[in-house]
């Protein structure tokens, strides 16, 4: 049995008809005449929504808890000119206006005129000037300070996010926070001005209202001149009074909410919480209240009794304090005790990160912004460039310092284990010789980590003289960021795992949903295409074009489940981007293989249900990879990369072949090439000739 809709529920549902309704029938007030007892219910209403909208204020804990304020605010505004339209109507009609306006102007003034206009006015001008004017202030001050604190809580949420202190969920959640803050403190600015018109509306309708009712009572209704200023004067400022009380509770509300900044709790607890936070407070006070006591002239008696209260809050408080101190102290040591008792929480200890970055004590300063270190920045800009570059969505990188390396060390590490390191010194520059520079300078010989080639380490007052020289000179950080990305690029098979293929997947069936449904689970699970992505990665394909990785998976694996040699039509379908990555000017310079030895490997292949590998005797291999060391220099020498051209049916098995002894060569198949490609062949790796 279905459960019954709550009537918060119910009116949820209806809250957008209610809305329009209310705005309607607002509007539709100031032109239609009421009724005086209806008269009486809305203005007991806008005194009662007054009253509830002050208590949502004072109980609020962050103004985006009220975010709706703006707009309720610009509402009651035009509420209450209505009902200041409709008691005009009919105080100047009828010369009288509802039980409720006579009784604010009879009763609550006592029935003087005089004293009724002079409370209205002063209610007017603590409205007007002290409060709207206040608030109307700071949150023109809060909008534009938000406004200009957002491109650095960006980037604080950034460099959370970054070191894995935050989630990438939480990460959108406080961006979008800053972002309706600044749009709340940019309405309420507005929104103050509702307040600040609707203070000067009612100077002018209560001088209105007095003068025509003074002119209709005379020359319409027959009145002496001092019945007439009596009847409307209590009239006019009963029904001021009566709207102006509601307006200054909504004032008093604008200013409690846009001064809620940095709060944590309600308005009550922070007002008990910090006021009477310090006894020494209250002794001071007791004390300079006891000293007024006794001036003569003064009277002695309430200041002495506020002095003797003084002095008896301030001990309260302070025997509070230590109370609670000696509270938390003995609670801690309980915690303590109870933590040696319980059995060591063993689980947190297997959660393993994706990726580290561990850095001696002396690179601290590449971190810390406030020493101006932007690693933080950098490493979010080498998760975009390989998100661009290779279609991969790299796991949060976390950045901790290791006193056990060396001062100038750092390590990355892969699922925890160790996979590269390298030293940096933070006053210096690195120069790398290119290979056309003469000179020589002075430095510190090293060699730079990510390529491994020969460098040195220069002081900032050669760097200018090297990059005349020809060096090539970099800075610590980006020699540090170098090496993470192409560790990462190494790396990108072991990084992406069936969760990061899931999310690519689903990315791709936001748009693309046939393709994915066809494709999974019928034919191929995640782990399928976790290991035809992995394959293309360890070549460093970029896998970004997943539409037609995916499309070209469902074409084939119809026909086959070997992930290889779907990994080989995926390369098939990919030749444009394949050829632009490696041909850029339609021009491909490479190694080619001899057809002889193509057919060798070929009908060595064997095939079993878990793959298929190369049975070549040892000999033959070992030949196959001499020549293939003899020939790469034909290509390395002159400035090209190592890449060898092949037959498809031969490409993976040469590829298998060589990739530990050239795990940076570059093999491609002619069935990866567009036809426009005119391939220059420098060199043929082949077999000896048989004598």
């Not at 950045?399 to 060396?406: F, G, H, T, V, Y």
Request: proline fraction near 4%.
């Amino acid at each position: 049995m279905a459960a019954q809709a709550s009537p918060l529920s119910k009116l949820l549902k209806y809250s957008d008809i209610i809305a329009a309704i209310a705005i309607i029938t607002i509007v539709v007030m100031m032109i239609i005449p009421l009724p005086t007892f209806l008269l009486d219910m809305l203005l007991a209403f806008n005194i009662t929504f007054a009253l509830i909208i002050i208590m949502v204020a004072i109980y609020n804990v962050e103004p985006l808890n009220f975010s709706v304020f703006p707009s309720l605010l610009l509402v009651t505004t035009l509420f209450r000119l209505a009902l200041n339209v409709s008691a005009t109507r009919l105080i100047l009609l009828e010369g009288y206006a509802g039980e409720v306006i006579t009784a604010f102007g009879s009763f609550v003034v006592g029935g003087n005129a005089v004293v009724g206009f002079i409370v209205f006015v002063i209610l007017v001008i603590i409205q007007f000037i002290v409060i709207t004017k206040g608030a109307e202030r700071v949150a023109e001050v809060a909008a534009r300070f938000t406004l200009d604190a957002m491109p650095g809580k960006q980037m604080s949420i950034d460099a959370d996010l970054n070191s894995g202190a935050i989630s990438d969920s939480e990460a959108r959640q406080r961006r979008k926070n800053i972002q309706r803050e600044a749009d709340f403190y940019g309405a309420m600015d507005g929104a103050s001005k509702f307040v600040k018109g609707d203070a000067i509306a009612a100077i002018i309708i209560i001088l209105i209202n007095i003068i025509g009712g003074f002119f209709i009572g005379m020359v319409q209704r027959d009145m002496d001149v001092l019945h007439a200023l009596e009847t409307y004067t209590l009239l006019t400022v009963g029904e001021g009074l009566v709207n102006q009380i509601p307006a200054l509770l909504i004032s008093t509300a604008t200013g409690i909410v846009v001064t809620r900044a940095g709060s944590e709790a309600n308005l009550g607890y922070d007002i008990v919480s910090q006021l009477f936070k310090n006894p020494r407070v209250f002794f001071i006070a007791s004390g300079v209240l006891a000293l007024l006591a006794l001036i003569p002239g003064l009277p002695g008696v309430p200041f002495f009794a506020l002095s003797l209260v003084a002095v008896g809050v301030g001990y309260i408080l302070h025997k509070t304090a230590r109370s609670d101190a000696q509270s938390e102290i003995d609670q801690q040591e309980e915690q303590e005790k109870e933590e040696v008792r319980k059995p060591e929480n063993i689980v947190s200890l297997l959660q393993v990160d994706p990726m580290e970055l561990e850095i001696g004590y002396s690179l601290i300063p590449m971190v810390d912004v406030g020493q101006g270190g932007d690693l933080l920045d950098r490493v979010v800009m080498i998760r975009r460039q390989c998100a661009l570059e290779l279609g991969l969505i790299v796991p949060t990188i976390r950045i901790r310092d290791n006193i056990q390396l060396k001062p100038n060390a750092y390590v990355i590490k892969l699922k925890g284990i160790e996979i590269a390191r390298g030293e940096l010194l933070l006053d210096h520059y690195l120069a790398m010789n290119p290979g056309t520079a003469m000179e020589e300078i002075v430095g510190i010989e090293t060699v730079e980590p990510a390529f491994g080639l020969p460098a040195l380490w220069i002081q900032d007052s050669n760097r200018e003289q090297a990059e005349l020289a020809g060096y090539t000179v970099v800075d610590p950080v980006s020699v540090l960021t170098t090496h993470l990305t192409e560790i990462i690029k190494s790396y990108a098979s072991e990084i992406l795992g069936r969760q990061e293929v899931q999310t690519l997947v689903d990315n791709v069936k936001q748009n693309n949903p046939a393709v994915v449904e066809e494709l999974v689970p019928n034919l191929l699970s995640f782990g399928d295409i976790q290991k035809v992505l992995a394959s293309l990665l360890r070549e460093r394909i970029s896998i970004r074009d997943m539409v037609t990785i995916l499309e070209t998976l469902a074409d084939y694996a119809q026909l086959t489940k070997d992930t290889e040699i779907l990994s080989e039509y995926v390369r098939h379908s990919l030749a444009r981007q394949l050829s632009r990555q490696y041909a850029p000017n339609n021009i491909l310079t490479c190694l080619t293989v001899d057809p002889k030895l193509e057919e060798k490997i070929n009908s060595a292949v064997q095939r079993t249900e878990h793959g298929s590998y190369v049975a070549l005797e040892p000999q033959t291999m070992q030949v196959i990879i001499n020549s293939l060391t003899n020939e790469l220099p034909k290509l390395t020498n002159v400035g090209y990369q190592p890449l060898v051209l092949t037959s498809p049916a031969v490409r993976l098995h040469f590829r298998k072949l060589t990739e530990r002894v050239a795990p940076n060569l570059i093999v491609l198949s002619y069935a990866e090439l567009e036809p426009k490609i005119e391939v220059q062949a420098l060199g043929m790796v082949k077999l000896p000739i048989e004598s």
